[in-house]
């Protein structure tokens, strides 16, 4: 896959690709018949193709009547935001890992979904959707071959992001918390943070993003 400077700012390097992409066909070989279904009733896709990126991450246990985490998302395509959601999830979790992890169930279901809009309207993709998230537990758990899970909720959704990876649909990335920009959705944010993660959102009439405005800080106001 080329990046360009048409590519998403967010645009995970050739290297981070290439290691994605082996994970991916490690997971292959543990669903060999898996692959991405094809609809013979869609158009040929024309035009020029386009990139998924989606965004995820969760706040554990942070509604204090029930214990609920929150699941915050954002989906692009290309640099056009297509989604965002902030939503309690429907059980409590009992730690930051289950959280995370259903939280990247969520988004690798939305993957699937987004690439089947567009192809079912015809529009080419430029390869897997990219998925970021922040959590380093969960993300080794999910893009390594082998590792297994006790639990069964939580095992569902394991399986369903190697799943994903295995037929790619999606490539999951790890980004820093600070770069995770659905972080605003599960979290009240102000200053500095907000600004950072709002910006590349948000666009002038000249097509430019909003910087960090001027005299904007870290403190909680």
């Known amino acids: 896959m080329k990046i360009d400077g048409s590519s998403p700012p967010w645009a995970p390097s050739e290297e981070e690709i290439k290691a994605a992409m082996k994970c991916a066909m490690d997971l292959k070989e543990y669903y060999p018949d898996i692959r991405m279904e094809w609809n013979p009733s869609w158009p040929e896709p024309k035009g020029k193709p386009v990139q998924i990126s989606i965004f995820v991450d969760a706040d554990h246990a942070t509604n204090t009547a029930d214990r609920r985490s929150i699941t915050g998302m954002k989906s692009f395509i290309d640099n056009t935001l297509y989604k965002w959601k902030s939503k309690r999830q429907t059980c409590v979790a009992e730690s930051t890992y289950a959280a995370e992890l259903m939280a990247l169930r969520d988004a690798a279901q939305h993957a699937i979904e987004m690439t089947h809009m567009l192809q079912s309207i015809g529009v080419p993709l430029a390869g897997?959707?990219?998925?970021?998230?922040?959590?380093?537990?969960?993300?080794?758990?999910?893009?390594?071959?082998?590792?297994?899970?006790?639990?069964?909720?939580?095992?569902?959704?394991?399986?369903?992001?190697?799943?994903?990876?295995?037929?790619?649909?999606?490539?999951?990335?790890?980004?820093s918390s600070e770069n995770n920009i659905s972080d605003m959705h599960t979290k009240g944010l102000t200053g500095v943070p907000y600004w950072s993660k709002v910006g590349c959102v948000m666009f002038k009439p000249n097509g430019k993003s909003y910087m960090v405005p001027d005299g904007s800080t870290n403190r909680e106001e």
């Open 128 to 175: 897997p959707a990219w998925i970021f998230v922040d959590n380093n537990s969960v993300f080794l758990n999910t893009t390594m071959a082998g590792s297994v899970l006790k639990k069964k909720h939580l095992s569902i959704a394991y399986h369903i992001v190697h799943e994903g990876q295995a037929a790619l649909y999606f490539l999951v990335f790890k980004v």
